[in-house]
């Protein structure tokens, strides 16, 4: 599996580990807290006059670096800049500061004992249900990667607490009423198995025309779906660091230097990775859920099937999709019982009852990697490479700065980057989410570009190729087209529709004998194919009609046996046969209530909370310095 495999697999876990906010969701491992530093007279942002300097910046995301070594291993960091992680990350510790700014506001604080409180409380930190010591508890900020002086630990727990209090101020007025969780346990855990015969619109695209009338006639009711968005065209100069990338030379001497200084990133600490199936004990009665553990240990040493196991009893809400699979991990990420019978089994055991403050956990190893280094030979053209990148950026950077001081309108910017050798080329016209002729897929250039006035000139701007200064040489509003410029599109719309409902027409035809007869016999008999599907919940592809919430509605809507009628989606028609369904039991929705009442009622909350942060960042001063970011990331 590459590292983008891996990357597509856990995009949710890429997403929030770029969450600055700490404590929220502490699950099984001690999160990796970012201090603050001081000393750095350069900030790259601030919030109402509260500044995110460039050495707390660059703490965060060489911590970031390294969680994606630690998960994935060899990695391409240029990959993630291109994607922009220097922008979530910096986005990540604005919204940051803008919660302690509105706690500042309504006079929310974090005492030093709630602070002491919440630190003893950790998991990592705690030994037999006793706080492990001020020793031990120095000890494991200094195993972090980077060490983490107790100080700045403190101060990041410190302003966790009051963004986690803000949060609860806000949102602790927010319920989810039993009626709603009962329905959303219904809707995610009812399944049916269907059979289903499928009349796809593309079948009839090739005999199907439009005339010149329909056309017109789609046109005239439909203007608004085919209106020309704003767009602009610019002239601009780009500093190529990719260019200035293969005129760089890197010697052995510095490739070994840089491989002394950076022991730990070609090192990989000893690693498990093992499945668990979690049973809650919260507000249960323990000896009752251990009682089922039990059983289902019993099961999982009979060499059943794990993963199938964890599907049908975890109750961690994302393990059921994923068999309990909890990937890589190692010491110091997971509760300190977890982690111990973790890393005392061998591929293929499974492990006795363990209890965490979670609840009750089975183990099952699947793999283990021992610790590890790379050797110099086997990391020399990474190495190489990652310098001669760097150091062309910086030279990149180092123009751009050069530059910026001497163009302050369109004729500055041909005439000092053609002194420098560097060409002004001008753009086509494009629209927000269109590629830039010459620079492509630019995000940054084309957020500054449509905030700029005709004429005027941009400050160097990040691109994927190093650094563009923009000016802006004309603007097209946005505007209902005539028909002459959209008259294909308008034309592939209207024999679209004319062949979805041709498929219709065609579904309606032979319903009847779907119906009355032997669902499979009839289809067969009039020729078409009849797909069965596996039991399947809601929101589930259906084979040859993909997702469709009209067949959904319709499928959960009937009883085992039923046919529907002629459904439309958005690919033609179909008829489905309800071969079996599986309903949820009142023992099962109270079963499960407690666990989704959690997640429902957090879901709730994190998006007003959102909403409401949202509208208060309007309301900040929030300044972004781009060139200090981009020269931090170079």
Known sequence: MTMLDRMRRHKN???????IVVLAFVFLYIPSFVPQEGGASDVVASVDGREITVARFRRVYQQQMQAYRNAYGDMDERLLRQLGIDQR?????????????????????????????RIRSLPVFQEGGQFVGETRYRQVLQMQNPPIRSDEFEEQVRRGVLMEKLQGALTDWITVSDAEIDAEFRRR?????????????????????ATDEEVAARFDSHKDEYRIPEKRKVKFALIDAQAMRGTIQVSPQDVEQHYQANQTQFSTPEQVRASHILFRTEGKDEAEVRKRAEAVLKQARADQNFAKLAA????????????????FFGRGQMAKEFEEAAFALKPGEVSDIVSTQFGLHILRLTERREAATRSLDEVRSQIEDQLKSERAQNAAQSLADELDKGIDDPGDLETVARARGLTVNESEFFARQEPISGLGMAPAVTEQVFAMKEGEVSDAIRTPQGFAFVTVTGIQPERVPELDEVRSRVRDDVVRGKAVETARQQAAAVAPKLKSGKFEAAAKAAGLEVRTTESIARGAPIPDVGVSP?????????????????????????????????????????????????????????????TYMAKARENMRINQNSAVLAQVVA
């Open 550 to 610: 009209a067949v959904e509605a319709a499928a959960f809507s009937m009883a085992a046996g039923e046919v529907s009628d002629p459904i439309q989606t958005d690919s033609g028609a179909a008829i489905v046969r309800v071969i079996d369904r599986k309903e949820v039991t009142p023992e099962g929705i109270a079963e499960g209530r407690q666990a989704l009442r959690g997640e429902l009622l957090n879901e709730r909350k994190n998006r007003f909370y959102a």
């Open 13 to 19: 876990w890429l997403k929030w580990s770029l969450a």
């Open 89 to 117: 990350i910096l986005q990540g510790l604005i919204e940051e500061e803008a919660a302690i700014v509105e706690a500042n506001r309504l006079g929310i604080t974090a005492s030093d004992e709630e602070v002491v409180g």
């Open 189 to 209: 855990n009812e399944t049916v198995r269907l059979a289903v015969v499928n009349f796809p619109a593309d079948k009839y695209r090739e005999a199907t025309t």
């Open 312 to 327: 049908q009893h975890t109750e961690e809400e994302a393990g059921k999709a994923r068999g309990g699979d909890l990937d």
